[in-house]
Structure formats: C-alpha cells, structure tokens
C-alpha cells in the first residue's frame, strides 16, 4: 500500500495519521510506503518557478519576489536553525520571503501560502467541485508535480511492491485531514484514476471523518473514491488484509519515509498522539462533541516507553503531542520522570490543579515542556459554564502564573461569539486578559462558528454560513444580537488595541503560529521568573 499525505498544510512537521497507519501495517508484516506530498510539492512549486521562462509575468517580477527568489535556499536554511528564531523580526522576514516564493508561482486564481490553498472557482465545501477537481486535475497547479515528481517515485514503489506481492499492492490511500488540501486530494484521486486504473483508492482522516459524521451523508464520492474510512483507519485496513482484530493492539508509529531536513522547522519534530479523542469531551462549542468521538488512550508508561524509542531512533529534537488535551495522568508522569530523551515539547493542555502548582510546573519544564497551549476561550465565569468548558477563572489565573514562573510558554486560545456571551461577557474578557497579559506568551483570537449537527444548533435560528453540501458549520441569528461584524468592530478597535495584548498579538509566528511559537526566543536567554542553567 502507498498512503499519500497531500498538500497544503503547514510543513514543519511529518503527518502524525500516516505514520501510525504505516506502522500498523509493518507490524503485521504487510508491505507499505508512505510519500509525504505536502512538504515535496511546495518545494517543488517555489523551486519550480524560478526556471519557468515561459510565464511572461516573471519578465516584471516586483523587487520583492526577486528577492526572496534569490534568497530561498538560505531563507529555509535559516528558518532550520534555532539561531533565526531569537530575533522575531528576522525570523518573521524570512517566513514572508519563503512564503513569497510559493504564493507568486502559481496564477492568481490559486491562493496558495505555507498553510492554506484556495481555488476563486472551486470550492472545498461542495462535493460537486471535489468531483470537478479530480476531473479536471491538469488545471490543479501541482499537477506537473504530480507528472514529474511523484509518478516515478509511485511507480519505483509499485515495483518493489511487485518484488514482495501481498494483497496492499492494489491500494492507495489519500490521508485528508484539513480543508486546505480538500480541492487538492481530489485532483490527486482523479489524476491516480487515470494514471492507475487497476489500483483502488482509499481516503480517510480528520476532514473525511468530519463530513461521514453527519447525518446527511450521502456518499457523494462512489466511482471516484473505492473507501472512505471514518474515524481511526487501523482497524479498517487491517479488515481489508483479511487481519480480524477486535482491538488493535498499540503501534508504535513509522516515520521512516520522513526527509527530516527538509521540514521547516529548527531541529527534527515529532508529532505524537497519546489519545484519540478529548479526556473531558463536554464542551458545548467542540465538533468534536458533535461527532461523538469516543476517548481512547494507552497507559502513560508505554507512551513514555515509545516516546523514548523514537526520539533516539530518529534523532528527535522537539515532539509536538497532537492531542486535544494531553491527560493529566500523562502530564505527571512526564513530570516524574528524567524527561524524553533530552527533548523539549509542546501540546494542548486544560487548566487543571496539577498547572496551578509551582513546582509541578517547574518539574514539567525539568522534563522538557516549553510550552503548553491552553483553550481559555472567555474571561467571563457564567459564559464558561454555560460551555460546560469545566474551567474556573480563579484556577486560570494561578495557571498561567504558575506556568509563566516556571520557564513554560503558554499559548492562549479566546473564542468570542457563542450563544452564551454578549457584549458585557466579551468586555470581560478583555479586562481578564489584559489583567493577566504578563502572564500570556501567544494568544490566538477566533469567532464561533456553530457546528452544524451540533444540539445547540436545533435551539438556534440558523442559516447556512458556507453554501456547500459539506459545509461543517452555520451561520445563526445571535439571541443577545453580537453578530460577527459586531465582534470583528470590538476585536480590532477595541481588543486588539488594549495594552499589553497588542504587544502579544504581534509576537504571533505567522502561517506557522503554536506549531513555531515555542522556538521564538527560547534560547535567547531566561524564559521565565525562574531561570535554568540549561536554557
């Protein structure tokens, strides 16, 4: 089997999904190979574009395109070293520069950046424009990419597959997790329909989970797509093996397809999921409650267990824990143990008594965290209790204190225009913020958007927000009317305006954010109240 991750998403780190789903499949003895398409084809499209004479628009390039052309190679070297991430305004140059490159060499009817892609006449909400994009893949602007790249390296992989037959070498899997590489994933369906007739093509991840979790799915993708595979892909695939397994024993994940040098990023990350699904799962506002994910995690001693082996394995340097929430159990065992082999690392974490004590917090530096990231989402009490968010304000605050004296960067996440808050409640959250704003490193700003299958959408007078058949979300008419525009005038005249907060908004890594946050300034000096001799 050939599991494919497709651009576009943020390139500073493998695919987590793939990964595991390749270990699984080695570890039952069944051939796979997995080509991580999203970093090779944004390199390839920026590198493309300087040789391209044939587009005339390159006779009368701006100063700064031609500059960050020039400079490309030695942008990315720079944006690998940790010494770049010391200073926020050259770093912030570069990322501009190598972004540049990429976004100038395609036409302007394709927006395409280091983490997102859109198309002015296709949209990824539409299962009629998905088909249409796998139809018409010659006009998606990685298909020469596809033509000169990624075919001979398929077909190098088929052959081997041909040296060891085994039932796998008829599949192809399309690993879709974000909206950004929708249109994409589709043009690379239809272009491997007709490159590969007798392969059959099999696509799951977070986005395809998303849209076979409502319940007016209708399959909209049959001729096209062979398997669509909702939720966790590990026992599905070992079931089309002919493998019956009621329960898929823990994998540790395959990352040997990475060319690590060549992610952006300064030093090797690895992205780790402890868990499938949230620990707490109550919160009113997630899609994932929505959906009905069931929690599912390994003991904490056989996480650290695998976290150690493949950090040593591969030489690891940061690990990125990709759940919606690392467990407390995890996070104290982290915190009593001598570290994961010498690494630093980051992930989500929710405001809990462990984080409000000191020294635990200092341990969890000791052990290697650097920064956590923290869903606050309202300085308003009653607004995070009409949540169930299970979040108290006076814990909040000794969190981030106690986080801010220990050395540990915390990344803040604000949500503004849910059913429960009004204008009064989104002014106390200013107030909160502002109060607690030398405590905060990064802060990101978001506007609800209302899960569409969500129980609070029956209550709600709604609207589509998207027009679109797998559009996730919807408009609705506000009870305390705090519609968007009205939310958007208060974040940018007031909000973002506010002492102390615009300073943070600023510091903000862009197209990167949490997944670059931790690096900025941290080896430039203390990183908290409580100096190390080791930062």
Partial sequence: MILIYPPVAKCC??????????????????????????????????????????????????SWTRRARKNFEQNLHDLRSISIYRNIGRYRQRVMDVNRVISTSVENRYKISLSDYSDQKLSPLKSCDLLFSAQNFGENPFYSYFESSLLPLMEEKFLLCKKRPDFYSGFIGISLCYLSQALTAFALAGWLKATFPEKKIIMGGGLVTSWMSSSEWKSPFKGLIDIMVKGRGEEPLLNLAGIKTKKVQRVLPDFDFCKWDDYIAPGRILPFRAADGCYWGRCRFCPERAEGIPYHAEKSSDLLHDLNLLTEKYGIKHIHFTDDAIAPSLLRKIAGSNGISSTTWYGFARFTKDLADPQFCRKLYLAGCRMLKLGLESGDQSVLDSMEKGTSLKMVSKVLAALDFAGIRTYVYLLFGTAFEDEGSAHKTLDYVSQHSDHISFMNLAIFNLP??????????????????????LDFRHPAAWGRRQIRYFLDKKFRKSPGIGEILKKDPPFFTSNHAMFIGLFSGATGNMQDQNV
């Fill in 13 to 62: 780190e493998p695919p987590a999904g793939v990964a595991l789903l390749s270990g699984l499949l080695k570890q039952h003895n069944i051939n796979c190979s997995v080509i991580d398409a999203n970093l090779d084809a944004l390199l390839w499209l920026a590198r493309k574009s300087f040789y391209d004479d044939n587009r005339p628009e390159l006779m009368a390039i701006d």
């Fill in 452 to 473: 569409r299958f969500s129980e609070d959408a029956v209550e709600l007078e709604t609207s589509m927000f998207y027009g679109g058949d797998l559009s996730l979300y």
